[in-house]
């Protein structure tokens, strides 16, 4: 037996007094152990495998509320039914689809010869001086919450339409208003990811084709679109993204008719989405039901959809860093060459040919008939060979100045709709505004009174949303950036937190609706929104903070790990410090989008008419997104509070969108990355 007064016992074990050995708990050996990293390390996995985990769970809580209306109706007959009349008993969701494509596909052929001409007036035409203003005008157009995309889209482009389409819109909702105000809604996306693609082709191509006698516009046509041709695909199928996912303008401006358009192309016919029957149509619903189970197979649909559009997206991404090496791929190779390959050129004249006889038929068609609308469409495919033969003809310079004279004009116009809509607001707006709108509550059903409640329960959302939101994706952030190795699990993690950040706002509401509100019995609270939006722009947090820490220059880690420094103190010390500009910046804009939101707050949250503010996590609140639906929508003569909503709804998002442009510039001009 080994003598007692020999045995060796750690600081944090004693004896009692009959003899037994009792372990005490050490809080400064714990930390010690934080410090040293190994506990950081674990907690910051943790959170990440948190993070991953939400997102398998909505996908199996989505599907598996969808098996009843599989197992009844079948899959074949769901996609291909022609009616959706869930009162009959017709579930029938190819119309709904449809017309998703329908105004999606509207919005990109809109938005992206539109974004991408603004991408190449901001990157090779406009002065310094104007990109500093174009960048952050484009930066406001995103900052605008869709629910007052959509208000501005009733009060303003639907009777803008109706008097330009008099005999063919009725009620001037429809598929080309909801396609319009998308492309809007699309056009900073594909500003910026176009920009940054062309920004990015080598100097050395432009000099290069300059020197060999090409005008600036040719070396931009030739050269740098056919170099980032990959970054503006990435940029439109981006939009497409955002297109598909929108809920609240669409739900507004298309007429939600559950109808094919007759003929397909009219654009002037009423269509409904999947993102806006499920908003429609979810809070009347009966939980545990058929029509609650098809709803659920239409979120699931609705995924599946964006999941491949961002898959895509990623795989465009990827070969675009491929091709200009900043990938590097082992393994077999692939020949590149194609049977088409000398003939492209031939197929894709062909293409744009059909491009453009199909759309001037389609359109001219609705106005004079099927054979006015064929005439047309030879004479605008006549007019396409001529016009190239007309260049050639009066040179390149001439063409030069034509192509960017055109591009000036379309930023101005571009400019113009966004002074417009952020004119009137402010002008109808204004009158509205004063301490008693602003601090007494609403009265009459909001057609008179204030919006006290409203701004209250906004501001109670973002508290909480940033409380739970912040630690989370930051941890998340620094971990993915300073210990994930490139390994299968944190590819699949990666992809993960991508798709999760591509997810549609109304699936995260339906999803919060469902557990939090009904499955947990909370009801609509506080608490359930908060929840819900946080799993929404947990996302955005963990990109935005992993690319502001890996974008601090290795040498401050380098220098740090050859004075002694842990790992962690490294992280602590120098790297979140250093990247704390970006770190912020990603978190405001984050909840900015947040309390914009209107779908998940609507399902989860806010209810429509309140007297009193509320503290309570568990009581229900107003919030100034869903006021604002809701005066729209539902309360006709509240034109000034409508107004006056929106007005204050804009500020406080623009306060936060002027927030984060200050601390990235002070931050980008201190630190110089």
Avoid at 459 to 466: D, H, I, P, S
Avoid at 511 to 540: E, K
Wanted: proline share 4%; glycine share 10%.
């Amino acid at each position: 037996m080994i003598p007692e007064d020999t045995v060796s016992v750690p600081e944090n074990i004693s004896k009692s007094a009959g003899g037994t050995i009792v372990a005490h708990f050490d809080p400064k050996g714990l930390l010690g152990r934080f410090r040293n990293g190994d506990g950081a390390k674990l907690f910051l996995m943790a959170t990440v495998v948190f993070t991953v985990a939400i997102l398998f769970f909505i996908i199996i809580f989505i599907s598996y509320n969808s098996l009843d209306a599989i197992g009844e109706i079948g899959i074949w007959e769901f996609l291909t039914g022609g009616t959706w009349s869930p009162g009959s008993g017709a579930y029938g969701a190819s119309s709904l689809i449809v017309g998703t494509f329908l105004v999606t596909g509207g919005s990109i052929l809109f938005a992206l010869p539109v974004g991408l001409g603004i991408a190449i007036y901001i990157n090779d035409i406009a002065s310094p001086r104007i990109r500093n203003i174009l960048k952050p005008a484009c930066e406001l157009f995103a900052g605008i919450p869709s629910v007052v995309y959509g208000f501005m889209g009733l009060a303003v482009l639907v009777p803008f339409l109706m008097d330009i389409f008099p005999d063919h819109l009725n009620y001037g909702t429809s598929w080309l208003a909801g396609s319009l105000l998308l492309g809007l809604m699309a056009l900073p996306i594909i500003i910026s990811v176009s920009q940054d693609s062309l920004e990015a082709v080598p100097r050395s191509y432009r000099e290069a084709s300059m020197a060999l006698g090409a005008t600036k516009w040719e070396t931009t046509r030739k050269v740098v679109m056919h170099s980032a041709v990959s970054g503006i695909a990435a940029a439109a199928i981006l939009g497409i993204g955002r297109a598909l996912g929108e809920t609240m303008a669409v739900m507004m401006v298309t007429g939600n008719s559950a109808l094919v358009p007759e003929p397909l192309w009219n654009i002037f016919d009423m269509v409904r989405t999947l993102t806006a029957s499920i908003a429609l149509e979810m809070p009347e619903v009966a939980h545990g039901s058929l029509h609650f189970s098809a709803l659920f197979l239409l979120a699931l649909i609705l995924m599946t959809m964006v999941f491949i559009v961002n898959l895509i997206a990623r795989r465009i991404v990827r070969r675009t860093r491929i091709r200009t090496g900043a990938t590097v791929v082992t393994g077999r190779t692939r020949s590149m060459t194609s049977p088409f390959e000398k003939h492209k050129g031939a197929v894709r004249r062909l293409a744009v040919n059909a491009a453009v006889f199909a759309s001037a038929f389609m359109m001219s068609s609705l106005f004079i008939g099927t054979a006015g609308g064929i005439a047309v469409g030879v004479l605008a495919a006549a007019a396409l060979f001529v016009s190239k033969k007309i260049s050639r003809m009066i040179g390149p310079k001439y063409v030069q100045k034509a192509v960017y004279s055109t591009l000036g004009i379309v930023v101005i116009a571009v400019l113009a709709i966004l002074v417009v809509f952020l004119g009137v607001i402010i002008v109808n707006g204004l009158p509205a505004l004063s301490l008693d709108f602003i601090l007494s509550p609403p009265s009459k059903s909001g057609l008179s009174g204030g919006i006290w409640p409203a701004i209250v329960g906004t501001l109670e959302l973002m508290t909480g949303t940033a409380l739970i939101s912040f630690p989370l994706g930051v941890c998340s952030g620094i971990y993915l950036s300073q210990y994930a190795k490139d390994t299968k699990t944190i590819r699949l993690a990666r992809q993960a937190i991508d798709s999760l950040n591509g997810t549609p706002s109304i699936i995260f509401g339906l999803f919060g609706m469902s557990l939090l509100v009904i499955a947990f019995g909370w009801g609509y609270s506080l608490i359930g929104g908060c929840i819900t939006l946080s799993l929404m722009v947990l996302p955005t947090i963990i990109k935005t903070t992993e690319e502001a820490v890996s974008a601090v220059p290795r040498e401050l880690t380098e220098a740090s790990a050859a004075m002694g420094a842990s790992r962690w103190h490294t992280i602590s010390k120098i790297l979140l410090p250093a990247s704390m500009g970006g770190v912020i910046t990603g978190f405001i804009l984050s909840m900015g989008r947040a309390i914009g939101e209107t779908a998940p707050v609507m399902f989860t949250a806010a209810v429509a008419f309140k007297t009193t503010s509320s503290f309570s996590l568990l009581d229900p609140i107003m919030a100034l997104p869903y006021h604002l639906y809701y005066l729209a929508s539902e309360v006709p003569g509240s034109t000034t509070n409508q107004y006056g909503t929106a007005l204050v709804l804009m500020i406080i998002v623009m306060v936060l969108f002027t927030a984060a442009s200050a601390i990235r510039y002070k931050y980008k001009s201190r630190t110089g990355w």
